[in-house]
């Protein structure tokens, strides 16, 4: 699964939009990836390193995890689970992500908000959307 999340200033994409239209976008991948050559030049290392955890029983996340996988999403809003655009069923919840601690490396989910990731297996789609 790849995650895209825009971080333009507020308002200027539609990450609202869980489907093409929106500046988020989630992809689902099968098989092997292979991982992408680390750069000759340039800025190479991250600002802040977070880590999901498996999350099988849907109870809290680990305190140092920021997000989980699996389990149920601990909604900040109701409901919104999307439907997938290739078959219309309701999409399965994959992954739960949480702002983060640095506010100059973390996710903008509105102040406080959470990203969830879904996704269709038989279709192979995902989505991304997020609540504050």
């Known amino acids: 699964?790849?995650?895209f999340l825009c971080q333009n200033d507020p308002g200027t994409c539609e990450?609202?939009?869980?489907?093409?239209?929106?500046?988020?976008r989630a992809y689902a991948f099968t098989g092997?990836?292979?991982?992408?050559a680390v750069p000759v030049e340039g800025e190479t290392q991250l600002g802040a390193v977070t880590a999901l955890r498996a999350d099988p029983d849907g109870?809290?996340?680990?305190e140092r995890a920021l997000g989980r996988l699996g389990g149920e999403p601990g909604r900040l809003q109701g409901d919104e689970t999307p439907h997938?655009?290739?078959?219309?069923?309701p999409?399965?919840?994959?992954?739960?992500?949480?702002?983060?601690?640095?506010?100059?490396?973390?996710?903008?989910?509105?102040?406080?908000?959470?990203?969830?990731v879904?996704?269709?297996?038989?279709?192979?789609?995902?989505?991304?959307?997020?609540?504050?």
């Open 15 to 24: 990450e609202w939009d869980h489907h093409a239209a929106g500046g988020n």
């Open 1 to 3: 699964m790849a995650v």
């Open 118 to 132: 879904f996704a269709c297996r038989p279709c192979g789609e995902a989505a991304l959307l997020w609540q504050c």
């Open 91 to 116: 999409m399965t919840f994959t992954a739960q992500l949480e702002e983060g601690a640095d506010h100059t490396t973390s996710a903008k989910f509105g102040g406080g908000g959470r990203g969830y």
């Open 32 to 36: 092997a990836l292979t991982p992408a």
């Open 84 to 89: 997938c655009p290739s078959c219309a069923a």
């Open 59 to 62: 109870g809290p996340a680990p």
